[in-house]
Nanobody
């Protein structure tokens, strides 16, 4: 089992930045793909960005490309999401998730999830 805890969410003005963290405990974190997803009220959960087990490969949704960056520190069992130039449409609950196997955009293929952290961007 892997337990995930997100932190770093909050309220920020448009154009601002936030850094989310996802701390993992349990087995084999360093060999797992990690992803960040988000879900706004009334909308489906959507992929934001993912990273391979060694950080050598990332994939980013077009809606956040150039603004959001994912990174991981396997020694600290932590994955980060740096969010810059935030927009009101980025408002959502952000979740980190982990899976074994290749990086995928499909949230249904992730095995473990954190509880989520709220990000609110005011205009």
């Amino acid at each position: 089992q892997v337990q995930l805890v997100e932190s770093g969410g909050g309220l920020v003005q448009a154009g601002g930045s936030l850094r989310l963290s996802c701390s993992a405990s349990g087995r084999t974190f360093s060999s797992n793909v990690m992803g960040w997803f988000r879900q706004a009220p009334g909308k489906e959960r959507e992929f934001v960005v993912g990273i391979s087990w060694n950080g050598g490969f990332t994939r980013t949704a077009d809606s956040v490309k150039g603004r959001f960056t994912i990174s991981r520190d396997n020694a600290k069992n932590t994955v980060y999401l740096q969010m810059n130039s935030l927009k009101p449409e980025d408002t959502a609950v952000y979740y980190c998730a982990v899976r074994t196997g290749p990086l995928t955009l499909n949230w249904e293929q992730y095995d473990y999830w954190g509880q989520g952290t709220q990000v609110t961007v005011s205009s």
